[in-house]
């Protein structure tokens, strides 16, 4: 039973994408971030209300007035659909902006998490008319905000202090590695009907999304993740497996690892071994043996997303991957890998130093052996990534209007689930953010 301290209601809105440049999957998710956000607010004694608009089939007045009845003492509203897009978020604020002002006050104090409040937390609080942003990942400090009634005092937060932006401390990185197995509310996990990246044949039963590891600790220069989730983390095995095991007995058949990079786990992948559960990952082939692909298989991979980038050297370069291997052998891992693994997918993104017919070459190839490699699609600079700031610097509060225009006047084809051509950033912000609430 949840104790009597303070009542926080954690929000993930009801999403939609109209004319937006979103790259993620649409379907809903487990939203991670607010799970254990919870889990640690339970855990000291704290009322929560934890509300996903997609899963739960609420639309923003819904969810509205289920936190105005819950009369929270304050609501966090997350920018990104769960931590597997906060590296590639919508950039627009739209629907975050509309929920909190339906609430109008209704929710008590307003706290934004995700990557536009940690990129650019001045124009984030003026945009939503929050009461204050959290800088870097989240759990921790939204606990923390409950347990400390100054905020002022709490580290890992900007808010605006008549009309200026105050910042206290850096970005936050979560210690991770002991959180606790999450369980999720069984009409949530029935309504997660989707099989996040899988393509193979036969998904039957639910799908949940589960964090083995966080961070990365490569720097590709198109990479988000420089104010959120950078340096890698290894979460212990018993909490990871206790959470997977209560998802098995709730009927989970499928998960998929949100990990930025699923580094090979030995351990890991031979407790999956005799586990009723298929899992999907995103991970470089690089770092991979054959025999460790052999395990992966029969561990219950049925997808892989593999971050390749580029079909040459001199692309790969430019994209600071610092891989050591070359066309023909990335190739050939890719090849093997798909003896064992049903899916296995090429990420590729358009570089202008990869030859057009030699991308093709390498595309066909790789398509012929059964490996996905999808067409190369153009490059964001987001905010948060080297990329942006090779071009323009340190982000300011211009940061995702500028990266906006840019990536909408240098490509006129942008990824294959945009059949229209994306909106700009003003036009789609302007029903409720345009000049801020704040």
């Known amino acids: 039973m949840e104790g009597d301290g303070m009542k926080v209601a954690l929000v993930n809105p009801a999403w939609r994408y109209d004319g937006s440049i979103y790259f993620g999957c649409r379907e809903p998710h487990l939203p991670l971030e607010l799970g254990y956000s919870a889990a640690l607010l339970r855990a000291a004694g704290h009322q929560v209300l934890l509300l996903d608009g997609q899963l739960q089939g609420l639309d923003n007045p819904a969810l509205a007035a289920q936190v105005a009845g819950f009369a929270p003492d304050f609501t966090v509203v ?25 609430l109008d006050g209704q929710g008590g104090r307003c706290v934004a998490v995700g990557p536009h409040g940690s990129a650019t937390p001045g124009a984030t609080l003026r945009k939503l008319g929050a009461d204050l942003v959290v800088l870097g990942e989240c759990e921790e400090v939204v606990a923390a905000l409950a347990n400390t009634p100054d905020w002022s005092a709490v580290p890992s937060t900007a808010m605006l202090v008549g009309g200026q932006v105050r910042v206290n401390g850096g970005r936050h990185a979560s210690a991770f590695v002991d959180h606790p197995p999450l369980s999720w509310p069984a009409d949530w996990l029935a309504a997660h009907h989707h099989h996040h990246h899988r393509f193979d044949q036969g998904q039957q039963g639910q799908g949940a999304e589960v964090e083995a590891s966080r961070g990365c600790p490569y720097e590709c220069s198109f990479c988000a993740k420089i104010d959120f989730r950078d340096a890698y983390r290894r979460r212990r095995l018993a909490p990871l497996l206790a959470e997977i095991d209560g998802l ?11 990990d930025e ?26 770092l991979w043996k054959p025999d460790l692909l052999a395990l992966l298989g029969r561990a219950g991979c049925v997808s892989i997303e593999a971050g390749l ?18 066309t023909p052998e990335l190739a050939a891992l890719l090849v093997e890998a798909r003896r064992h693994v049903p899916f296995v997918q090429a990420n590729l993104i358009g570089m202008v130093q990869d030859d057009a017919d030699l991308v093709a070459h390498w595309r066909r190839h790789l398509i012929d052996r059964g490996v996905w490699a999808n067409e190369p699609v153009p490059l964001y600079p987001y905010p948060s990534s080297p990329s942006y700031r090779a071009l323009w610097g340190m982000p300011d509060d211009q940061a995702w209007e500028r990266a906006h225009q840019h990536y909408l006047a240098a490509f006129d084809r942008f990824s294959d689930i945009q059949d229209d051509r994306p909106l700009p950033l003003v036009e789609l912000e302007r029903p409720c953010c345009a000049g801020g609430r704040a």
């Open 248 to 258: 098995i007995a709730q009927g989970v058949t499928y998960i998929y690892f949100i």
């Open 78 to 102: 997350t920018t990104a659909p769960t931590y597997l897009f906060w590296r590639c978020a919508p950039p627009e604020l739209t629907v975050p902006a509309e929920l909190l002002a339906l």
């Open 309 to 326: 980038e580029s079909l040459t050297v001199e692309g790969r370069e430019a994209l600071a991957k610092r891989c050591r291997l070359d």
């Open 261 to 286: 990079i699923f580094l090979p786990q030995r351990p890991l992948l031979e407790a999956l071994v005799d586990r009723p559960i298929q899992f999907g990952i995103q991970t470089r082939i690089d």
